[in-house]
C-alpha cells in the first residue's frame, strides 16, 4: 500500500505473470498503519477544548493543507485507484491477529512474498512474521510457501534478525531473493538453497 512505483510495480507484474501462466492470482492485502501513515496526508491537531471550535478548526486546517497539497492528493488518489481496481486484492487487513484469523488454507495452493523491502525491517518497522508467510498457521502439505525476489536491502543484519530469519526461512519450500548480498546474508542462516532472481517487473513483456 506504500505510494511506491516499485512496490506497486512489483507486485501488479507478479500478479500479471502468474495470471498469464494460468494461475488464479489473489493479492493479500495486508496494510500496515506503519507504512499508511508515512503516506498520510493530514492529521489533526488538537488546538481548542471546546469541541465545536476544534471541529471547525480541524476544517478549516484540512481544507487549507489539502490545497497546499494537492499535487500530493491527487498522486495518493490514483495509486489508491490502481489498488483497488487493477490489483486482484482480498480485503484489507491492519493488523497481523485480523490476518491470521481472516486466513484460510483452503482458499490458496501456494503463498508468494516478496518482493520491495518486505525483508527490510527499517522500512517496515521491524522484521514482520506476515511478509514470511507465518499467517499459514496450518503449515500443511496442501498449501506451499515461496519467497520470490525478496529484498532485504541491507549489507549487514543484527544478531536479533539473524534469529529472525533463521526462525521464519524454515516456513519455505523455495527461497529467492534479488539481491546478491541478500543472498550472501541468508546462505548462513538456512539450509536451504537461497535463489538469486530479477525483480517481478522483468518477468513482462514491453507490452503489458
Known amino acids: 500500500s506504500a505510494y511506491n512505483y516499485g512496490c506497486v510495480l512489483q507486485a501488479y507484474a507478479l500478479e500479471r505473470y502468474l495470471e498469464k501462466e494460468g494461475h488464479d492470482v489473489k493479492i493479500i492485502n495486508y496494510?500496515?498503519?506503519?507504512?499508511?501513515?508515512?503516506?498520510?496526508?493530514?492529521?489533526?491537531?488538537?488546538?481548542?477544548?471546546?469541541?465545536?471550535?476544534?471541529?471547525?478548526?480541524?476544517?478549516?486546517?484540512?481544507?487549507k493543507?489539502?490545497?497546499?497539497?494537492?499535487?500530493?492528493?491527487?498522486?495518493?488518489?490514483?495509486?489508491e485507484n490502481f489498488i483497488s481496481h487493477t490489483l486482484n486484492t482480498t480485503d484489507a487487513y491492519t493488523s497481523f491477529p485480523e490476518l491470521v484469523n481472516s486466513y484460510n488454507p483452503a482458499d490458496f495452493d501456494l503463498l508468494i512474498t516478496g518482493s520491495d523491502q518486505v525483508w527490510n525491517g527499517s522500512i517496515t518497522v521491524g522484521l514482520r512474521p506476515a511478509y514470511f508467510l507465518d499467517f499459514d498457521k496450518v503449515k500443511s502439505d496442501a498449501v506451499r510457501r515461496i519467497s520470490f525476489a525478496s529484498s532485504i536491502g541491507k549489507e549487514s543484519l543484527t544478531n536479533a534478525e539473524k534469529a529472525f530469519f533463521e526462525h521464519?526461512?524454515?516456513?519455505?519450500?523455495?527461497?529467492?531473493?534479488?539481491?546478491?548480498?541478500?543472498?550472501?546474508?541468508?546462505?548462513?542462516?538456512?539450509?536451504?538453497k537461497i535463489n538469486l532472481v530479477a525483480d517481478p517487473t522483468f518477468l513482462l513483456?514491453?507490452?503489458d
Not at 471546546?50 to 486546517?61: D, G, W
Not at 493543507?65 to 495509486?79: M, Y
Not at 524454515?170 to 541478500?182: L, M, T, Y
Request: proline share 3%; aromatic share 12%; net charge positive.
Open 65 to 79: 493543507q489539502l490545497f497546499k497539497k494537492r499535487s500530493t492528493v491527487i498522486k495518493a488518489a490514483k495509486f
Open 168 to 192: 521464519y526461512l524454515k516456513n519455505f519450500d523455495v527461497i529467492s531473493v534479488r539481491e546478491k548480498s541478500a543472498q550472501h546474508l541468508l546462505k548462513s542462516l538456512t539450509d536451504k
Open 31 to 63: 496494510r500496515l498503519p506503519e507504512i499508511d501513515n508515512v503516506y498520510t496526508i493530514y492529521t489533526e491537531k488538537v488546538r481548542f477544548s471546546n469541541p465545536v471550535a476544534q471541529k471547525i478548526y480541524n476544517a478549516f486546517r484540512k481544507r
Open 205 to 207: 513483456e514491453k507490452s
